[in-house]
């Protein structure tokens, strides 16, 4: 059994989603739970198994899996024939494994570090910065459209995924900010967005 926790507005947003796109929302139950967040509303929910209390967590029969990367090829190798992902052991599966660790050890540390105004020779050696994250965007977007190719995938709905979030990050390339606008079109990303305003008027509403 697959049971998700999520928190509506957050990071599992993007697994909601993906389990929307993949069409397997009757396989995976969906728990409702809150998280501490950055305005100080809301807490840590002791019905979330995630062993710092965030979101998204995925349980699998008892196991827990936390980090979007993980999940979502977890999820796409469950479910093989969904049109998300490259069939695994293939070579273009590599690649497509290679945008997810890229975007969760690279991507995101970087401009997480460029929002807090961090610099330092440490982080330039290990992470790079915003002008070679957006280089390597710009380079797979021009054999585009998708970061795969010629098909959206789930490399596509994790990566673009912050600067839906924070604009202010998107890089100033008129390839970058179509693909984005691109991704942020798809009819699966707006049921999320409806389903968790409700669930976020719900909470509001006591
Ligand atoms: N690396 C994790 C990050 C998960 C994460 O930071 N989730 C945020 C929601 S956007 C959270 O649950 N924050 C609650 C907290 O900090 O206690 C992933 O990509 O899944």
Redesign the pocket.
């Known amino acids: 059994m697959l049971t998700l926790f999520h928190?509506p507005n957050?990071?599992?947003s993007a697994i909601m989603t993906l389990i929307d796109e993949m069409g397997v929302s009757d396989r995976v139950k969906v728990e409702t739970v809150t998280?501490?967040?950055f305005d100080g509303s809301?807490a840590?929910d002791p019905a979330n198994p995630?062993p710092?209390?965030?979101?998204?967590a995925l349980v699998h029969d008892g196991r827990i899996i936390?980090?979007?990367?993980a999940?979502i090829l977890h999820l796409t190798a469950l479910f093989p024939d969904t049109g998300l992902a490259p069939r695994v052991g293939t070579p273009e599966w590599g690649s497509f494994a290679a945008w997810l660790c890229w975007y969760?050890g690279v991507l995101?540390p970087v401009l997480i570090h460029q929002m807090a105004g961090l610099e330092h020779l440490y982080l330039t050696r290990t992470f790079r910065g915003p002008k070679e994250a957006a280089a390597r965007l710009r380079s797979a977007l021009d054999r585009g459209p998708w970061l795969m190719g010629a098909d959206y995938s789930a490399a596509d709905l994790l990566v673009h995924s912050p600067f839906a979030w924070a604009p202010q990050a998107m890089p100033d390339d008129p390839v970058i900010r179509q693909w984005v606008e691109r991704c942020m079109a798809r009819p699966a990303r707006a049921r999320t967005v409806a389903a968790d305003t409700a669930r976020m008027a719900e909470t509001a509403a006591g």
């Open positions: 928190a957050s990071r599992s998280i501490s967040r809301g840590r995630h710092e209390g965030k979101t998204p936390t980090e979007r990367a999940i969760q995101e």
